[in-house]
C-alpha cells in the first residue's frame, strides 16, 4: 500500500502517519510543499525511531507524483466523496491520497477523479477528522480487505496469566 500527503502543514501528523506505515509496511509519499522540515523535531518525536523502519519518497509536486505513477489505482480522501471507504475495493498496490489539514485536496483534482473519491463517515457539523487519524482508518479497512498480508495476527505475553473465567465471556 502507499500513502500519499499532498502538501502536508503539520509534522506531528507526518510523523504519527509514517509510524503508521513503518507499523504496516505501507511506503509514504509526501508531496511539496511541506509546512515543516523533515528535520523538525516536532515530526521526529511523533515518528520516534520508525523513520528506520519505512519507505519515503518526496514528490516536488502533484503533478510530478502523476506522470511518475501514472497507472497508479487512486482512492482519495476527501469530506465531499459520493461513497464511504468501505465501498472501495483495495489492491496491495494502491495509493491512498490525503490533502493538506486545512484544505484538504484541491477541487478541481476531485471532480476529475469524482469516482476515485472516499469518505469517512461523520456527523455533518463535524469539519473533518485528524489527518492522522484518517490514514489510518482507511489504511487498515484497506489491508483489512487483503488478510493483513504481512503483519502479525497475535500478540505475546512475557508468561502466561492464569484464566480469568470462560473464554468465550471476553469474545
Excluded at 59 to 67: C, P, V
Excluded at 106 to 128: G, Q
Aim: with cysteine; hydrophobic share 35%.
Amino acid at each position: 500500500m502507499h500513502i500519499v500527503l499532498v502538501e502536508p502543514e503539520i509534522p506531528q501528523n507526518t510523523g504519527n502517519i509514517a509510524r503508521t506505515c513503518a507499523a504496516t509496511g505501507a511506503k509514504l509519499h509526501l508531496i511539496r510543499p511541506l509546512g515543516f522540515e523533515l528535520s523538525d523535531k516536532y515530526l521526529k518525536r511523533a515518528g520516534l525511531d520508525y523513520w528506520r523502519l519505512m519507505e519515503y519518497t518526496i514528490h516536488d509536486s502533484l503533478e510530478a507524483f502523476l506522470a511518475e505513477y501514472p497507472d497508479a489505482r487512486l482512492h482519495l480522501a476527501t469530506t465531499k466523496a459520493p461513497r464511504d471507504y468501505c465501498q472501495a475495493r483495495y489492491g496491495a498496490e494502491d495509493f491512498l491520497v490525503f490533502g493538506k489539514e486545512t484544505k484538504g485536496l484541491d477541487e478541481d483534482f476531485l471532480a476529475k477523479n469524482y469516482e476515485k473519491c472516499i469518505r469517512i463517515p461523520m456527523r455533518e457539523e463535524a469539519r473533518s477528522l485528524n489527518l492522522s487519524n484518517s490514514v489510518a482508518i482507511v489504511l487498515y479497512e484497506a489491508l483489512r480487505q487483503q488478510g493483513f498480508p504481512g503483519l502479525s495476527g497475535t500478540g505475546h505475553l512475557h508468561h502466561t496469566p492464569e484464566p480469568a473465567g470462560e473464554w468465550k465471556d471476553y469474545v
